[in-house]
């Protein structure tokens, strides 16, 4: 925030952070936030800021992700306790990340969103603040 970007940056390196947060990068996620940000032409260090807050979020963000894949695909890749039961290995992992990357790409979406429109604003209000105070 007391960086001397514009809100619309660092509310793109937040959405950006945000979005390899969640979405499954494993361990290169912060190496990833970082050139994406440098690419779109957004703050780096709130892309990193970002990534690294969605870290403790991942068991919720990917519940959340399978649990909204189920919703979005078809009945034939949904995962329900009858093919866990049933299904082969190849068959219960292909319905697995099909939903899984189906609901996750979705919840990436939406908080990428979210941190854009959160740290946009935040960061609006302080460069009114800071202008007005004359610093």
């Excluded at 390899?20 to 800021?49: D, E, K, M, Q, S």
């Excluded at 979020?57 to 866990?84: D, F």
């Amino acid at each position: 925030m007391r960086s001397n970007d514009s809100p619309e940056r660092i509310g793109r390196g937040t959405a950006v952070g945000f979005f390899v947060g969640v979405f499954p990068t494993l361990w290169l996620g912060p190496p990833l936030a970082i050139a994406a940000a440098g690419l779109l032409g957004a703050n780096r260090a709130a892309a990193l800021l970002g990534n690294v807050v969605c870290g403790p979020l991942t068991p919720i963000t990917w519940g959340l992700s399978v649990a909204l894949g189920n919703q979005l695909v078809g009945e034939h890749l949904r995962i329900s306790s009858e093919v866990l039961a049933t299904g082969s290995r190849s068959e219960i992992t292909q319905r697995f990340f099909a939903t899984f990357l189906t609901g996750n790409l979705a919840v990436s979406l939406v908080l990428a969103a979210m941190g854009y429109a959160l740290a946009w604003g935040l960061a609006a209000r302080r460069r009114r603040r800071v202008s007005a105070e004359g610093f």
